[in-house]
């Protein structure tokens, strides 16, 4: 049974930081690119980040670059975001999407896997 659970969302003030996780089972987690895409309250959803296989390769859109980290272990088939510098705009479902090629998407359509997301409000 496919699986991606993602975890480590809460509340946070402005500036504060969280680092969410995304634990994948019953695939080839190492053979996948992983994504983060996230869906504000009453908005579309945008894709946030992308890593590759091996985690060397790493792209973010423009609204989270400098602020955001991607990464990977791929021995404990777990997919990560550090976020700092949080801000009031981020607050949104978190969802974690798997792909055999690197597409960066925000539709849950275009990924073969995909969690049901983790919440992040950032609010003071």
């Known amino acids: 049974q496919v699986q991606l659970v993602e975890s480590g969302g809460g509340l946070v003030q402005p500036g504060g930081s969280l680092r969410l996780s995304c634990e994948a089972s019953?695939?080839?987690?190492?053979?996948?690119?992983m994504n983060w895409v996230r869906q504000a309250p009453g908005k579309g959803p945008e894709w946030v980040s992308a890593?590759?296989?091996?985690?060397?390769?790493?792209r973010y859109s423009e609204s989270v670059k400098g602020r955001f980290t991607i990464s990977r272990d791929n021995t404990k088939n777990t997919l990560y975001l550090q976020m700092n510098s949080l801000k009031p705009e981020d607050t949104a479902l978190y969802h974690c999407?798997?792909?055999?090629?690197?597409?960066?998407?925000?539709?849950?359509?275009?990924?073969?896997?995909w969690g049901q997301g983790t919440q992040v409000t950032v609010s003071s």
């Open positions: 999407g798997a792909n055999t090629y690197f597409s960066p998407s925000y539709s849950e359509r275009d990924y073969d896997y």
């Open positions: 019953g695939f080839a987690f190492s053979s996948y690119y």
């Open positions: 890593i590759d296989t091996g985690g060397s390769d790493t």
